[in-house]
């Protein structure tokens, strides 16, 4: 999870995606949809888009160890997978 300051000694949740999501679902950019499975929603990236890139300026504020554009890593965890079915994270 990544954490930002707002105060000396306080660390918040930092929410990247709300960094490129707009609030209203119905708006969503090209590439990105909303699925749901089992009562749990989640967003599949289809495609990169060119509106989904943020300058590292906008999210780590006063903050010199990272460049102009730098990648973001998930790793992500799947308890139950159908053998059946194929899932690519690029």
Known sequence: ML??????GCRVPL???????????????PGVSIEESQGVRGLRFSSPHR???FSSSEL?????LFPHEFSVVVTLSITHSDPQVNIHVR
């Open 60 to 64: 780590l504020i006063d903050c010199d």
């Open 51 to 53: 509106s989904m890139s």
């Open 3 to 8: 954490w930002e300051r707002k105060k000396p």
């Open 15 to 29: 929410d990247l995606l709300s960094f490129v999501l707009e609030r209203d679902s119905s708006t969503l950019v």
